[in-house]
């Protein structure tokens, strides 16, 4: 039998890491076990290839739609394999520099093997026991493919596999509207292929919100048929034909399918360690992240958290302090949303209608590029900034765009939805010219007055 840890954590993603440096800034022994490749998914299928392939799509784009034709740009063809090399070199780098060398900076050693709880608290990884007093499982989740009439026929792509494609397909069919589907589908087109996608376009989003989307869609070339997929099928063609509910028809050399996420819990001897998952094989787990075993944690994807990167981190915290006798729980509040589209889409805290049906009397206001200095001078008519407020106290509940960097103008509005500030105070805080963040002030000072005002009055 291997040294008795403190605490062994299963996985090597966002959580996995957070819940070993959490260990060891208590002073306590921690071991982590990983089968595949070390980082979990954001680093190696999830964030930060789709953010780099994304950066990349979005300057060839940028090139083509040039609004400044006096100073010309041009966007040739792309090579997808020198691509693909530059984005698996970034996550080599990160790899070494974020876990490997974290883990042993921390002093925390990573083994290589497949873990396998054998009853309620014996867990073998390739075969050999492992003793631990406690454990998380951080296991993070898998792009699902839908189960529909046909699936079974085709070769899909999922927003994991298509970040290895080796050449560029001339059309695809995205299914799902999503955050994964749209960031996939303007990917795509932004690279040059000519894409369809089905499904409701950001369902969560607020409908001005996702107007904005649609119109760039629209410019971008994208056809988005907002219906619900039934059945696909594999064409004597050789293009995929999806159907919909409403009897449309639309075909693609290749289907990517961003329907939803399963939790990565499949071998792990859960059942055999007394660890309730419900029907898609996430973990069930109470506000300290324990697991229906009170020696067993789950933190990030795996526990139903949201599916953040930086909820999977705080998570992590938060299990591995409860599996060493210390529980916590996760504050919530003022969590914030990017969809890394062009333009993003971000938002904090309750939407409109999410307001009015907890009681509050709402008060909203929208703020159009039209009227805000930064989009008009990056002459970028596509964008929009709603406030939701609640109408008797003026505090700020929900803050929702749709703006070139608008994941980083919703880290102010983090604080204004989480310490409770009223429009107000952001009317009257400075906000610096010519930044995109300076909507928030704009839109705040519009429940004092609809009147048209100068640039920085």
């Given at each position: 039998?291997?040294?008795?840890?403190?605490?062994?954590?299963?996985?090597?993603g966002?959580?996995?890491?957070?819940?070993?440096?959490?260990a060891r800034?208590?002073?306590?022994?921690v071991?982590?076990?990983e089968?595949?490749?070390?980082?979990?998914?954001?680093?190696?299928?999830?964030?930060?290839p789709?953010?780099n392939?994304?950066?990349a799509a979005?300057?060839?784009?940028?090139?083509?739609?040039?609004?400044?034709?006096?100073?010309?740009?041009?966007?040739g063809?792309?090579?997808?394999?020198?691509?693909m090399a530059?984005?698996?070199?970034?996550i080599?780098r990160?790899r070494?520099?974020?876990?490997?060398?974290?883990?042993?900076?921390?002093?925390?050693p990573?083994?290589?093997?497949?873990?396998?709880?054998?009853?309620e608290?014996?867990?073998?990884?390739?075969?050999?026991?492992?003793?631990?007093?406690?454990?998380?499982?951080?296991t993070?989740?898998?792009a699902?493919?839908?189960?529909?009439?046909?699936?079974?026929?085709?070769?899909p792509?999922?927003s994991?596999?298509?970040?290895?494609?080796?050449?560029?397909?001339?059309?695809?069919?995205?299914?799902?509207?999503?955050?994964?589907?749209?960031?996939?589908?303007?990917?795509?087109?932004?690279?040059?292929?000519?894409?369809?996608?089905?499904?409701?376009?950001?369902?969560?989003?607020e409908?001005?919100v996702a107007?904005v989307?649609?119109?760039?869609?629209?410019d971008?070339?994208?056809?988005?048929?907002e219906?619900?997929?039934?059945?696909?099928?594999?064409?004597a063609a050789?293009?995929?034909?999806?159907?919909?509910?409403?009897?449309?028809?639309?075909?693609?050399?290749?289907?990517?399918?961003?329907t939803?996420?399963?939790?990565?819990?499949?071998?792990?001897?859960?059942?055999?360690?007394?660890?309730?998952?419900?029907?898609?094989?996430?973990?069930?787990?109470d506000?300290?992240q324990?697991?229906?075993?009170?020696?067993i944690?789950?933190?990030?994807?795996?526990?139903?958290?949201?599916q953040?990167?930086?909820?999977?981190?705080?998570?992590g915290?938060?299990?591995?302090?409860?599996?060493?006798?210390?529980?916590?729980?996760?504050?919530?509040r003022?969590?914030?949303?990017?969809?890394?589209?062009?333009?993003?889409?971000?938002?904090?805290?309750?939407?409109?209608a999410?307001?009015?049906?907890?009681g509050?009397?709402?008060?909203?206001r929208?703020?159009?590029a039209?009227?805000?200095?930064?989009a008009?001078v990056?002459?970028?008519?596509h964008g929009?900034?709603?406030?939701?407020?609640?109408?008797?106290?003026r505090?700020?509940?929900?803050?929702?765009?749709?703006?070139?960097?608008?994941?980083?103008v919703?880290?102010?509005?983090?604080?204004?939805?989480?310490?409770g500030?009223s429009?107000?105070d952001v009317a009257?805080?400075?906000a610096?010219?010519?930044t995109?963040?300076?909507?928030?002030?704009?839109?705040?000072?519009?429940?004092r007055?609809?009147?048209?005002?100068?640039?920085?009055?």
């Amino acid at each position: 039998m291997d040294t008795m840890w403190d605490l062994v954590v299963i996985g090597s993603g966002g959580a996995a890491m957070a819940a070993g440096i959490e260990a060891r800034s208590r002073g306590r022994s921690v071991l982590l076990v990983e089968h595949g490749a070390l980082g979990g998914t954001c680093l190696n299928v999830g964030c930060v290839p789709s953010k780099n392939l994304l950066a990349a799509a979005g300057r060839r784009h940028r090139a083509s739609v040039n609004p400044f034709p006096s100073t010309p740009t041009n966007a040739g063809g792309v090579d997808l394999q020198a691509l693909m090399a530059q984005k698996q070199e970034l996550i080599d780098r990160l790899r070494q520099a974020k876990y490997t060398n974290v883990a042993d900076a921390h002093g925390f050693p990573i083994r290589t093997g497949h873990a396998r709880f054998v009853d309620e608290q014996t867990l073998q990884v390739g075969g050999e026991t492992v003793a631990a007093a406690a454990y998380v499982v951080a296991t993070g989740s898998t792009a699902h493919t839908a189960d529909l009439p046909g699936m079974g026929t085709l070769d899909p792509l999922t927003s994991t596999t298509a970040m290895e494609l080796p050449a560029l397909p001339a059309s695809m069919v995205v299914l799902g509207g999503g955050d994964v589907g749209l960031e996939q589908a303007q990917l795509w087109a932004h690279l040059g292929v000519q894409v369809t996608l089905v499904g409701r376009l950001a369902p969560r989003a607020e409908p001005e919100v996702a107007d904005v989307l649609r119109a760039v869609f629209a410019d971008d070339g994208i056809a988005v048929v907002e219906e619900r997929a039934v059945e696909v099928e594999q064409t004597a063609a050789g293009t995929v034909l999806v159907r919909t509910d409403r009897g449309t028809e639309v075909s693609g050399q290749r289907l990517l399918v961003a329907t939803g996420r399963h939790a990565n819990t499949d071998s792990l001897g859960l059942d055999a360690a007394g660890v309730t998952t419900n029907d898609r094989g996430f973990i069930t787990v109470d506000e300290h992240q324990r697991t229906s075993n009170p020696r067993i944690y789950a933190a990030g994807d795996v526990s139903g958290a949201p599916q953040h990167v930086y909820v999977a981190a705080q998570t992590g915290h938060v299990a591995a302090a409860g599996a060493l006798g210390e529980p916590g729980t996760v504050d919530y509040r003022g969590l914030p949303a990017v969809t890394f589209t062009n333009p993003q889409l971000a938002s904090v805290g309750l939407t409109e209608a999410q307001a009015l049906a907890v009681g509050h009397d709402c008060d909203c206001r929208v703020l159009r590029a039209g009227d805000i200095p930064r989009a008009l001078v990056n002459r970028d008519p596509h964008g929009v900034l709603k406030l939701v407020v609640d109408a008797r106290t003026r505090k700020i509940l929900g803050v929702h765009a749709a703006l070139d960097g608008a994941g980083d103008v919703i880290l102010a509005a983090t604080y204004a939805v989480k310490y409770g500030l009223s429009v107000d105070d952001v009317a009257d805080t400075w906000a610096p010219y010519l930044t995109m963040s300076e909507s928030l002030r704009i839109c705040a000072g519009l429940f004092r007055s609809d009147k048209p005002t100068s640039c920085c009055a």
